[in-house]
């Protein structure tokens, strides 16, 4: 089979690029909508003083952005085919379906399937699975009436595409494949950007230094009395992309990024890969690797001020979105959410630890098989900024 060259792969990537681009700035005004929303709630706490667990604000913020983004179902209108908390359990129920070892894992072929059906390994991932698939069927079905496709969504694009095909494609998407977007869509990027802010949050609140640096450099880079702060301001503020930099280094959501396959024989320190071996790559270790990294267990985002070393799959030392062909095609759309949800918030927003707390009370354990997240919620009373 003929390989791409160089210069058609670099062209291939620069099209998803610019695609993935017109994307993320179609659905800006979703984004900055939902944010106006949680900034709205978090003030009302402030005036009562009261903690927000901002664990649960984070996922209610992604997971209001995608469902609006993909389905174009609004959390905040009558109607929606599955309550919030629904599905917060749903997420949290096919990570953890997802994340299960079974028997044909390690015993591929008929023994390991045996083994699996003999002991009933599927069984919850089936449940799982299928409520999610009927969710997916309800929101087409939805989409095919003919007041369906009325606001712009992932769902309405590929419908569209659908109807357009020509006889001579070869290859034709279906309502299997729209499904199986949907299903990356929903569950990657729901868990992966509230995960990330809750990690940012709190290693922030654990670092006033770095917490104090960054309110002063947002607020004197973008001014006082802004009522409200915008995707345009996102490129204004140096000190924050060095924050998410330091995040996805100590707390990359996914530890294990998406298994890859070895296509041929390799040799690798000595050790021979058989072809067709699956390789776990962990950037969570990568990321704390004293050959790499100074004092790596420590939040340093000046570390990242005078390198080009980024998170786009350039630089193998810092990848929390894969890289190559198959790194994370939702990786923009993610880090517009993160950048904003962190910017209004640290904003409008100082934040202090709820009464009889102290720093070092700050639980770290972390929790879950597919994405790590904090395991006991993150609680902190916002105090409303008086500029």
């Known amino acids: ?10 062209r291939q990537t620069l099209l998803r690029f610019q695609r993935h681009h017109f994307l993320v700035q179609s659905f800006r005004y979703i984004r900055e909508e939902e944010v ?6 978090v003030s009302e706490s402030a005036l009562k003083q009261s903690p927000v667990d901002l664990s649960k604000t984070f996922f209610s913020l992604t997971a209001s952005i995608i469902c609006r983004v993909a389905f174009g179902q609004n959390f905040h209108e009558s109607g929606f085919v599955i309550d919030q908390e629904r ?8 990570a953890e379906a997802l994340g299960t070892f079974t028997f044909s894992d390690f015993f591929p072929g008929g023994l390991g399937r045996f083994v699996d059906w003999l002991f009933q390994r599927h069984k919850k991932i089936n449940k799982v699975f299928e409520e999610l698939d009927a969710f997916y069927q309800h929101v087409i079905d939805d989409h095919l009436k003919p007041e369906g496709r009325k606001n712009p969504d992932i769902v309405s694009l590929m419908l569209d595409m659908i109807d357009k095909q020509g006889n001579a494609d070869s290859f034709k998407l279906n309502m299997d494949n729209l499904k199986a977007v949907l299903m990356d869509v929903f569950l990657a990027g729901i868990d ?7 990690w940012a949050m709190t290693e922030l609140v654990r670092n006033p230094r770095v917490m104090k640096k ?3 450099n947002i607020r004197t880079t973008l001014g006082l009395k802004r009522e409200r702060i915008t995707e345009e301001d ?5 000190y924050l992309k060095l924050i998410i930099k330091e995040t996805f280094r100590l707390h990359p959501a996914l530890p294990f990024i998406i298994p890859r396959e070895t296509m041929s024989h390799i040799k690798i320190q000595g050790y021979d890969i058989p072809p067709k071996t699956q390789i776990q790559v962990n950037v969570w270790t990568i990321g704390r690797d004293p050959n790499r990294w100074t004092d790596p267990e420590d939040f340093i985002p000046e570390r990242f001020a005078n390198t080009s070393v980024d998170f786009r799959g350039q630089h193998f030392e810092l990848l929390p979105f894969g890289s190559g062909r198959r790194m994370c095609p939702a990786m923009q759309m993610g880090i517009a959410t993160v950048e904003l949800g962190l910017m209004n918030l640290l904003y409008f927003f100082d934040w ?6 102290e720093v070092g009370d700050i639980d770290m354990e972390e929790a879950g098989n597919i994405s790590i997240i904090k395991k006991l919620p993150l609680q902190l ?3 409303q900024y008086e500029q």
């Open 87 to 94: 599905i917060e359990e749903l997420v949290t129920e096919s």
């Open 214 to 216: 960054a309110q002063e």
């Open 192 to 198: 992966t950007s509230s995960v990330t802010m809750i």
């Open 381 to 383: 009373v916002p105090v």
């Open 352 to 357: 202090r630890l709820p009464d009889g707390m």
């Open 234 to 238: 996102l490129d204004k503020v140096d």
């Open 36 to 41: 106006e929303f949680v900034v709205k709630n």
């Open 1 to 10: 089979m003929l390989q791409p060259t160089k210069d058609r792969r670099d």
